[in-house]
């Protein structure tokens, strides 16, 4: 290969280099140019181009996905007829380099989301008890956010019961570079669980500091980029996990998921009183499960009873002295459960069914985008200070 910056062809270095730039890296969602990626460009004989371009580490899972990438927007320059691309490895000095610069100079082990001034909105999705489905709601909300054209990310909090990347497709797993883990993702969505870390079905017996420090890590040794919304799905109830999120992320807001039943709204009415204690925003409460239309007549049969949803959310409006909003009721539908199943989340893959319709009119209030909106203005504080 010629090393001139111009061949016969017309081809030019710094037109392939500018082509280079439009290559985002899949898992940092940022050019290769400006990522210290690319490696060298050669120019040979009749439009033919080499690049040579840095992977973060060996073995790294997106290989294909660069390749084709580069490959693409090189073949696209006028002049170009082939384009062969080889890859090496980043120096651990290249790797620190880059997490330098991923981090803006903002020094290890900091959480952007606690930052004054952050922009991204970050909701704590909880329960009182456990199979209420709050994980379905929280993977659907953040895949219809996404689709909606916001920059999402989910975090599996729910450590002991971690579902969330099966319910999302994610096949995926992270990678490390230097102290930085990158997040795969699916449907448009960034997700980090315990379950990408543990081999095949197996539990994960820890006690609370534990949790504590596997929290801390997603938030700070995760790159997330510029996010939109955060969602945190919690474990039911009002343990470890959710102090934690109180003390790592005290901006986060609560987002209350409980069934119409009375049983279930009395738990999660304790679950959300948490805010007393802990200073934090209640955004509103999700019932789920609130009716299943008849197959045949399509008259709503409340299956788990009524009211479950507005009983708890009077309660903390009460509480807290803030009117705390039922932020929609998401009906029984068959497809909710199988797409988190399979991986495809309900507002995707039937949105105009009844849940899918549902979930997404939630999705537009929280992401602010429903009618046009802007935000989403609540203004909900509880009124107990210390």
């Known amino acids: 290969m010629a090393n001139e910056t111009e061949v016969a062809s017309g ?22 140019t400006e990522l210290g990626m690319v490696k060298s460009v050669e120019l040979g004989d009749g439009g033919a181009v080499r690049v040579a371009v840095y992977l973060t580490v060996s073995g790294c899972p997106m290989r294909e996905t660069i390749t084709e990438r580069v490959r693409t927007a090189v073949g696209r320059v006028p002049g170009v007829s082939g384009v062969e691309v080889e890859l090496d490895v980043m120096s651990e000095e290249q790797r620190r380099e880059l997490s330098q ?31 209420v489905g709050k994980s379905s709601v929280t993977v659907n909300l953040a895949a219809a956010m996404a689709a909606d054209g916001l920059k999402v990310a989910v975090v599996d909090a729910d450590i002991y019961g971690h579902s969330v990347p099966r319910m999302l497709g994610v096949e995926g797993r992270p990678t490390q570079v230097q102290d930085m883990i990158m997040p795969p993702s699916a449907n448009g969505v960034k997700v980090i669980s315990i379950g990408m870390f543990t081999p095949g079905n197996a539990p994960v017996v820890w006690r609370g500091p534990m949790l504590h420090r596997a929290l ?38 609560i987002l209350l998921v ?3 039943q009375q049983a279930a709204a009395e738990v999660a009415e304790r679950a959300g009183t948490i805010a007393l204690q802990t200073h934090q925003k209640i955004v509103g409460v999700i019932e789920n499960m609130s009716g299943m239309p008849c197959p045949h007549c399509g008259e709503m049969v409340d299956v788990f009873g009524t009211g479950g949803g507005q009983t708890v959310a009077d309660a903390l409006t ?37 849940a899918g319709a549902a979930l997404r009119a939630v999705a537009g209030k929280l992401g602010g985008r429903q009618r046009g909106l802007s935000g989403l203005s609540l203004g909900l504080t509880p009124k107990n200070k210390f």
């Open 258 to 260: 409980t069934t119409p």
């Open 11 to 32: 081809v030019t270095e710094e037109s392939v280099r500018e082509a280079l730039s439009t290559v985002q890296d899949p898992e940092i969602n940022r050019p290769i």
């Open 318 to 354: 009460r509480a807290t002295g803030a009117t705390v909003p039922v932020l929609g009721h998401i009906p029984i539908d068959v497809r909710l459960r199988e797409g988190g199943d399979d991986g495809r989340p309900v507002v995707l893959a039937a949105p105009d069914s009844p």
């Open 101 to 131: 610069l991923l981090r803006g100079g903002a020094p290890e082990r900091e959480i952007p989301f606690a930052k004054p001034g952050t922009l991204t909105r970050v909701y704590a999705v909880a329960s009182g008890k456990g199979g």
């Open 216 to 253: 801390q890590q997603f938030l700070a040794d995760v790159y997330w980029g510029d996010l939109d919304v955060l969602l945190l799905d919690l474990p039911p109830g009002t343990g470890d996990i959710a102090i934690s999120v109180a003390q790592l992320v005290p901006n986060a807001e």
